[in-house]
C-alpha cells in the first residue's frame, strides 16, 4: 500500500471518529456502539454498559436489543440475571477503527449526568 492511501485511510478514520463524538452527545445508539467498541474485552454486561452510557440497564437493554435485531450486536445470556453485549462480527470494524485512532485522537468517556 502506498503511503498517500494509508495517510487518507488514517485521515478518514480520524473523522469518522469525530463524527462519531459529536453523533454520541445526543444519540444513545452511538453511545452503545462507541463503549463496545472501546471495551478491551470485547463484550459489556448490561450493567456495565449503562454504567458507561449513563442510564438504567432497563432503559440501556430496549436499545440494545434494538441493536440485536439489526445485527449490529450479539447478546449472550450468562445466567438468569447477567446478558453480555458484544459487537457482532459484521460490525467489528467499528472496534478496528476506534482502536487505530484513539491514541491520535482524544475520545472523553462519556460525561456523567450533573
Request: aromatic share 6%; with cysteine; charged share 30%.
Amino acid at each position: 500500500m502506498s503511503s498517500a492511501y494509508i495517510h487518507a485511510h488514517s485521515e478518514l478514520s480520524t473523522k469518522f471518529v469525530e463524527l462519531l463524538k459529536l453523533l454520541a452527545k445526543d444519540d444513545v445508539y452511538v453511545k452503545i456502539l462507541l463503549a463496545l467498541a472501546r471495551c478491551r474485552h470485547g463484550c459489556l454486561s448490561l450493567r456495565g454498559l449503562a454504567r458507561e452510557v449513563n442510564m438504567a440497564p432497563k432503559n440501556v437493554k430496549k436499545y440494545v436489543l434494538r441493536l440485536a435485531e439489526l445485527g449490529i450486536v450479539k447478546i449472550e445470556q450468562i445466567h438468569e440475571k447477567m446478558l453480555l453485549i458484544r459487537l457482532s462480527d459484521e460490525y467489528r470494524w467499528l472496534r478496528d477503527i476506534v482502536e487505530e485512532t484513539e491514541h491520535r485522537v482524544s475520545i472523553p468517556a462519556t460525561p456523567s449526568p450533573q
